[in-house]
T-cell receptor, first 113, second 114 residues
């Protein structure tokens, strides 16, 4: 069984600053994928970034990057130059051995002007 | 590409009633997924379809829940004899079924059982 743990229920960051959201996971699969999804208030969930477990290079998408530590089963998300529009719930998710996504409980990010 | 749509967006029902939700995936997406999200939690997987075939069901999906995807297009999720514990956001997602296979989510149907 896969599990995903997000230990930070809430985080806050000043506009233009950098914030890191933590995620740990557990899986017995050798081939799996990891994702960060963003869910703005009353809006639908969208994919922020994804990482294939077999790739050693950390994924990057514009201001968003991950720190993937496979041995430690850690997958943190770094948001640089934070913007007001980044305020949302952020969910870490894993997928492996099945098509379903397994989500963590989420981290609520507040961006202060 | 109009995105994944779900109807209704909100549903209030009394305990014991049956409800049905509809999901229209992105056209030509072969896979369709249902998740349930309760307050303060991440989404939990319920079931998924590859075309019209239901390939996996979670143990969360009790016998009061049934999902269909006739002709491999839209899908319906029916809950019979609703209970207060069924109150949640029901999310639908679709994907192409190829490659990394990103799941695209709809806006959800919020169910309140009174």
């Amino acid at each position: 069984a896969q599990t995903v743990t997000q230990s930070q229920p809430e985080m806050s960051v000043q506009e233009a600053e950098t914030v890191t959201l933590s995620c740990t996971y557990d899986t017995s699969e050798s081939d799996y994928y990891l994702f960060w999804y963003k869910q703005p208030p009353s809006r639908q969930m969208i994919l922020v970034i994804r990482q294939e477990a077999y790739k050693q290079q950390n994924a990057t998408e514009n201001r968003f990057s991950v720190n993937f530590q496979k041995a430690a089963k850690s997958f943190s998300l770094k948001i640089s130059d934070s913007q007001l529009g980044d305020a949302a719930m952020y969910f870490c998710a894993s997928q492996g051995g099945s098509e379903k996504l397994v989500f963590g409980k989420g981290t609520k990010l507040t961006v202060n002007p | 590409d109009t995105g994944v749509s779900q109807n209704p967006r909100h549903k209030i029902t009394k305990r014991g009633q049956n409800v049905t939700f509809r999901c229209d995936p992105i056209s030509e997406h072969n896979r369709l997924y249902w998740y349930r999200q309760t307050l303060g939690q991440g989404p939990e997987f319920l079931t998924y379809f590859q075309n019209e075939a239901q390939l996996e069901k979670s143990r969360l999906l009790s016998d009061r829940f049934s999902a269909e995807r006739p002709k491999g297009s839209f899908s319906t999720l029916e809950i019979q004899r609703t209970e207060q514990g069924d109150s949640a956001m029901y999310l639908c997602a679709s994907s192409t079924g190829t490659g990394i296979d990103e799941q695209y989510f709809g806006p959800g149907t919020r169910l309140t059982v009174t």
